[in-house]
Antibody, heavy 122, light 107 residues
Framework: EVQLVESGGGLVQSGGSLRLSCAIS????????MSWVRQAPGKGLEWVAN????????YYVDSVRGRFTVSRDNAKDSLYLQMNSLRAEDTAVYYC???????????????WGQGTLVIVSS | AIRMTQSPSSFSASTGDRVTITCRAS??????LAWYQQKPGKAPRLLIY???TLQSGVPSRFSGSGSGTAFTLTISCLQSEDFAIYYC?????????FGPGTKVDVK
């Protein structure tokens, strides 16, 4: 069974840091681009970051570039999101997601994890 | 960044209705468009990719069409489990962006 399980969310003060993890099982992790997508409470979906299979390419939404870093450990089947200088507007459920095919880079995400909630208090 | 808009933002419908949701891109995205369904407290579910390709396991009452800047998601015969929020997403270029969502609720 394909599974993505996020962890690491929680309550943090503005300016603080958190590291999110996404544990993968049920597919060959190293064959896929991976993504982080977030959703603020009661709001829509926002793509956050993408990382290539070997980690050689990374892309970010402007609002997190320079503060967040996406990484992966293919030996551990794990995806990470290091979040620094957190702001109140980063409060959201963070999902890790996989493109539907190994040939896809950033579209048609399936499956998704269950999400982990990050709350940044000001 | 490419901006995605959806219409309507919300509407009420009844089981059995034919439902159409429109998504527009601020510039040509070819067919690099996906549709998702999201229910409260759950992760989004991929319905359609490449504008018109049905994801495996998704009921055939869902269909997508369009290319360029105008796209539609159609539910041919609304079922009780289809009341949810629907999002479009382009993946033509970075940054990937989602539409604001369309909420379909019970009339």
């Amino acid at each position: 069974e394909v599974q993505l399980v996020e962890s690491g969310g929680g309550l943090v003060q503005s300016g603080g840091s958190l590291r999110l993890s996404c544990a993968i099982s049920g597919f060959t992790f190293s064959s896929y681009w991976m993504s982080w997508v977030r959703q603020a409470p009661g709001k829509g979906l926002e793509w956050v970051a993408n990382i290539k299979q070997d980690g050689s390419e990374k892309y970010y939404v402007d609002s997190v570039r320079g503060r967040f870093t996406v990484s992966r450990d293919n030996a551990k089947d794990s995806l990470y999101l290091q979040m620094n200088s957190l702001r109140a507007e980063d409060t959201a459920v963070y999902y890790c997601a996989r493109p539907r095919a190994t040939t896809a880079t950033n579209g048609g995400y399936d499956p998704w994890g269950q999400g982990t909630l990050v709350i940044v208090s000001s | 960044a490419i901006r995605m808009t959806q219409s309507p933002s919300s509407f009420s419908a009844s089981t059995g209705d034919r439902v159409t949701i429109t998504c527009r891109a601020s510039q040509d995205i070819s067919n690099y468009l996906a549709w998702y369904q999201q229910k409260p407290g759950k992760a989004p579910r991929l319905l359609i990719y490449d504008a018109s390709t049905l994801q495996s396991g998704v009921p055939s009452r869902f269909s997508g069409s369009g290319s360029g800047t105008a796209f539609t998601l159609t539910i041919s015969c609304l079922q009780s489990e289809d009341f949810a929020i629907y999002y479009c997403q382009h993946y033509h270029s970075y940054p990937v962006t989602f539409g604001p969502g369309t909420k379909v609720d019970v009339k």
